[in-house]
């Protein structure tokens, strides 16, 4: 037997099973929607009102399949930009939408402001411990938000999904990760730069940055799927990842 030929058949694929996330962006790819395409479908940051009527199309177009099939919406993060079209998707689909159980903690212990209260920290140490103070768009989005996703957890009616919390660019940051895909829906956690080098999005708390990065270097991820910017295909999409 030819030792060449039978590394290649020991070789593994790159995934057990065929990639399911669909990428559906404008042309001036402000930031990524992403639909994923299981048994039932679900979408991951709604985007804008032009998403939702792109991704309409191309579900009936490309992969023959109704808005109505879509059972879950998922928020990686509640910045305005990947919430705007959550409204005209659920006239869609009706699905419900789901977010990261630490908004819900937060709302209701409160908590300063990201990188407002890190820099008044360097300026005044502690002067501002006392103060709780949370952005009012995310109360106002929070009120949208029926199921709140746990680290760790398996998404909701997809259990090939696992929630990843990796707080950074902002508190209650997560990612989706398939384990038998290998793919893994980063948000704003992480997204790529010249040369497809992932960078680690921070607030200025380089620990919590240092076990985000820790955790995500040891799943297998050979997608990687970041809120802005192209898709990074490679089995080593973490080795050279810098933090902001």
Known sequence: ????SANRREAPNLAQRPRQVHTITDRFAMANTYLVNDERLFVV???SELHIHLL???LQRFLLRSPAEID???LTHLHPEYTAGIE???RLCRAPVAASATVQRLLRTGTRLPGIGHMADQMLPGALHHIDLFPPAYVRQARMIDVWLEDVAGLPSHPDWRVIATPGNSLESLC???AFTRELLCGDTLFPIEGN??????QGHTPRMEETLRVLRSLPVCYLYPGHGRPVLSR??????EIE
């Not at 080098?197 to 921070?202: E, F």
């Open 1 to 4: 037997m030819n030792p060449a």
């Open 45 to 47: 940051d709604p985007g």
């Open 56 to 58: 309409q199309q191309y």
């Open 72 to 74: 879950l919406i998922v």
């Open 88 to 90: 005209t998707l659920k």
């Open 176 to 178: 989706l990760y398939n």
């Open 197 to 202: 080098t992932p960078r680690l999005r921070s």
């Open 236 to 241: 080593q999409p973490f080795k050279n990842v």
